[in-house]
């Protein structure tokens, strides 16, 4: 199978994550028998750099014209600090899932035993813990028109939703509740906010069309709380776009490190895959960042293609190294390895030159000796 995959490295520590996640998709297309052509491009600081342009036009195209999109990281301290610039990487993102029309962000929140040690919550409330938060993304106050006083001292954002916005992230969430435990939870504030009382009937009127779903609502300040109390008792969440950017960040925390989560945005066509961690500018080059945020979003981009087996198989690999201890510094500061040797240990693997039980004194050679 032939498939065009557009590459955007990005900022930071986006170039190395992505270059072990195009690793791991050329060891599933080779043991696989598929064909991934790429196409690299520019977003984020590195774009404005270039070109002066957060987005230019021929990422745009090339993305049209693709598969799916594999992204790495945006973001630069250089604009996080100056509040004047005009011109700011995340520009280009926000401008990006315009333009695609990706209006879900798809954040899969899961743990792994061998890391339970590593979560700030306590293993009884963790174990078992599978949920995924459905985000709108192309709407609400992140979109709406924003205003700065002439003399500066007073500023607004307009949070504006229409029903259709709301039904079609809706539905997928409610497709997805259906194939896994059948519960959704609408996160919002519908006791202050109009758009969230605009969400909340348009939901109660989709639950006639999928009987079989139970619904419940919250608020998001109580949402907050009770992810972290008792995050088993989540399934799908459905919350809009504000609202997902915090509390997906917040469950982030569940797993013990940002770097293990991937993510998905999803439209009418494209589809865009990449880690929900930052650039970390203070990692680039190091060779020290955590793939595997974008490794797993690979196998997201796996599935969106169709290949399930071959995505399960990354993320059978991806346990693997876990289980057996094979992470990077902000898992383990003192036995940790480099981000390159994960990539390729991932590699052997789906390679099948990696037996189950792991020959750790082999690889103990390629453990990183930074401090």
Not at 130 to 151: A, C, H, M, P, W
Not at 154 to 177: P, T
Not at 277 to 298: E, F, R, T, V
């Amino acid at each position: 199978m032939k498939k065009k995959i557009t590459v955007i490295e990005g900022d930071g520590i986006g170039p190395e994550v992505t270059k072990q996640s195009i690793h791991v998709l050329n060891a599933i297309a080779k043991f696989y028998n598929h064909e991934f052509e790429y196409t690299y491009c520019l977003m984020g600081a590195v774009a404005i750099n270039k070109t002066g342009d957060p987005l230019p036009n021929e990422t745009i195209e090339s993305c049209l014209e693709s598969d799916a999109i594999l992204f790495g990281a945006i973001g630069h301290p250089k604009y996080d600090n100056d509040p004047n610039a005009k011109v700011r990487p995340e520009q280009g993102l926000l401008k990006l899932r315009k333009s695609l029309q990706l209006f879900a962000n798809i954040r899969p929140v899961t743990t792994y035993s061998s890391l339970h040690h590593l979560s700030p919550l306590k293993t009884k409330n963790i174990k078992d813990v599978d949920f995924v938060i459905y985000r709108e993304l192309t709407g609400g106050i992140y979109f709406g028109k924003k205003e700065l006083s002439e003399d500066g001292t007073q500023a607004s954002d307009d949070c504006v939703y229409n029903v259709e916005e709301i039904e079609r992230i809706a539905h997928l969430a409610f497709q997805a509740a259906k194939q896994r435990k059948k519960h959704l939870t609408l996160v919002d504030k519908a006791n202050v906010l109009e758009t969230s009382r605009l969400w909340r009937k348009v939901v109660q009127g989709m639950c006639a069309q999928y009987p079989d779903v139970a619904v419940d609502y919250l608020f998001v300040d109580n949402a907050a709380m009770q992810i972290i109390l008792n995050p088993k008792q989540f399934d799908v969440i459905l919350t809009e776009n504000m609202f997902g950017d915090i509390i997906s960040d917040e469950a982030s925390v569940i797993s013990g490190s940002l770097g293990l989560l991937p993510s998905a945005s999803i439209g009418k066509g494209a589809a865009l895959f990449e880690p929900i961690h930052g650039s970390y500018p203070q990692a680039a080059g190091k060779d020290i960042a955590n793939p595997m945020g974008s490794i797993l979003s690979a196998a997201m981009l796996l599935d969106h293609l169709k290949m399930k087996d071959e995505a399960a198989l990354v993320r059978q690999a991806v346990e693997w190294t876990l289980v057996n201890g094979f992470v990077t510094k902000d898992i383990d500061n003192v036995n940790f390895y480099f981000t390159s040797t994960l990539g390729e240990l991932i590699c052997d693997y789906i390679s099948g030159n990696v037996p189950g039980s792991g020959k750790k004194e082999n690889i103990e050679l390629r453990k990183s000796t930074i401090i």
